[in-house]
């Protein structure tokens, strides 16, 4: 899992990994320029409800999604 995790944040430029005997994971950018909400929002999938489906009758009335953004947005800011 940490492989994986460790490639995810080399794709996005947060680190820089060298494999081998003398390899190691260093920090892609200066530390001050890393947001924790980016990182986060790189590695996470946010989506806490999946209201795409066509057959939801509560949608019109339905406050919950907008709820959980407002939450997930409010989070993420406090991130970063």
């Known amino acids: 899992h940490m492989v994986k ?24 950018k200066p530390a001050s320029a890393i947001r924790i909400g980016d990182v986060v929002r790189e590695l996470e999938p946010l989506s806490l409800v999946n209201c795409s489906s066509e057959f939801c009758h509560i949608t019109p009335a ?6 959980l953004s407002k939450a997930v947005q409010s989070f993420l ?4």
Do not use: P
């Not at 490639?7 to 081998?20: E, I, P």
């Not at 800011?77 to 970063?80: F, I, K, Q, R, V």
């Open 5 to 28: 995790i460790i490639n995810q944040l080399s794709r996005a430029g947060y680190v820089t990994a060298v494999r081998g005997k003398n390899g190691g994971i260093r920090l892609g």
């Open 62 to 67: 339905c406050r919950l999604k907008q709820a």
């Open 77 to 80: 800011t406090e991130l970063d």
